[in-house]
């Protein structure tokens, strides 16, 4: 692609849009000296015109003394890529084509072109010069405004000011409102007074929309320093979110040994009547029994733990730093390991109710080190840290 063709497909006036897009998909392919093999197919393609257009154009182009198409022809006789040159050098003919080309010059109404560097080097682009906006902005109608009417007071900062704009438009009366006294009062704030009052402005007109009030006190008394009548309008605290622990996580795993270490919270349910007959007859073993009822209403929370972990895969909602403590002393624990079987036998010689079934998970927590270590958890969970490191001194 050659600058000068593009460039000087600029300056003229090919008669219409197909026109123009002919020319400068030609200039596109172009030498410096605007000689271009540039095949009927490709041009198609590049400028999306009809066969029957790009031949019309061409023709017309022609006419207007554009470009010069050579025919040529191969050693066998068959025809090969026309020559197509931009008429780049003089001045073009004037010509009344079909198609309204003219070939005139529009260097008289646009930049010059730079002629090419005589080295051949494509020339600096000219710096770009942003043109000043027609229309003023809305900060500076608001400064010209405000220093027309003399409202503006002295040491007004641009921020500060547009901070007050920004604030009070929604005040009652504001748009009729004599702005000098309200400037005034807001003028003498820091700026962090200013950002806490204009932060309370939604805050104190919803209350005083509540209390029945048509019309709020004046800007100028709402920024009374002496009233400081935005610090009665605080923003919310927001509550913080409830701790979450997923099942068969460390903290909810964590909550749950530190439930069965301490022991059953209630009294196994006694044997039914049909039981005590079967252990009569020796059909049933009374220790298994009782064993079993132990487990089922001994821990009622673990108990709810494991039903609404298997059953909805809800995990516990709430904890407090004790627990996330104690989530820490666990650890991971893959399914069906050694170290998973041992916990399970754990459980089984103290009768504490085992894990549901953990579904796809790959593991769930432990306190570390295994039922080796569990008496580590235990001190922790009984804050007796202290004993428990005077029992291994000695």
Not at 54 to 79: M, P, S
Not at 118 to 142: D, L
Not at 257 to 268: F, I, Q, W
Not at 313 to 324: K, Q, S, V
Request: proline share 9%; aromatic share 8%; glycine share 10%.
């Amino acid at each position: 692609m050659s600058w000068q063709a593009t460039a000087w497909v600029s300056t003229v006036e090919a008669g219409g849009a197909s026109g123009k897009l002919l020319l400068y998909a030609l200039a596109n392919y172009a030498d410096e000296t605007g000689r271009t093999f540039a095949g009927d197919e490709r041009i198609m393609r590049d400028t999306e015109l009809s066969e029957r257009a790009v031949r019309d154009w061409k023709r017309r182009l022609v006419e207007a003394g554009l470009i010069t198409i050579e025919r040529r022809r191969r050693a066998g006789g068959d025809f090969d890529l026309d020559v197509i040159r931009l008429a780049m050098g003089g001045a073009q003919p004037p010509a009344n084509s079909a198609g309204g080309a003219t070939g005139k010059s529009r260097r008289d109404h646009r930049q010059m072109v730079p002629p090419p560097p005589a080295n051949g080097a494509v020339p600096p682009t000219p710096p770009y010069i942003a043109e000043p906006p027609i229309e003023p902005s809305e900060e500076q109608e608001r400064e010209a405004r405000a220093e027309g009417e003399g409202e503006k007071p002295e040491g007004m900062t641009k921020r500060a000011e547009g901070l007050f704009f920004r604030s009070f438009t929604a005040w009652d009366r504001f748009a009729v409102s004599p702005k000098a006294p309200m400037l005034e009062a807001w003028g003498r704030l820091t700026w962090s007074e200013m950002q806490a009052a204009a932060d309370a402005v939604p805050r104190y007109l919803a209350a005083k929309k509540v209390a029945g009030m048509r019309h709020a006190p004046a800007i100028s008394t709402y920024l009374d320093r002496s009233e400081r009548l935005w610090e009665a309008f605080p923003a919310p605290v927001e509550a913080p979110k409830p701790a979450y622990a997923p099942a068969f996580g460390p903290v909810w795993a964590a909550i749950r040994m530190r439930d069965l270490v301490t022991g059953p919270k209630a009294e196994p349910s006694p044997l039914k009547g049909w039981e005590e007959r079967a252990i009569a007859d020796g059909r049933l073993d009374r220790e298994t029994l009782l064993r079993g009822n132990r487990m089922r209403s001994g821990w009622p929370m673990v108990n709810a733990l494991h039903f609404s972990a298997e059953t909805r895969g809800l995990g516990i909602h709430g904890f407090g730093p004790a627990e996330e403590a104690l989530g820490k002393l666990c650890e991971f624990v893959p399914v069906e390991s050694e170290c998973w079987k041992a916990w399970k036998l754990e459980h089984d010689l103290r009768g504490w109710p085992w894990l549901p079934d953990p579904g796809t998970m790959r593991g769930v927590y432990f306190p570390a080190g295994g039922p080796g270590g569990l008496e580590a958890f235990e001190q922790a969970v009984r804050g007796n840290h202290d004993a428990g490191g005077r029992e291994a001194a000695e």
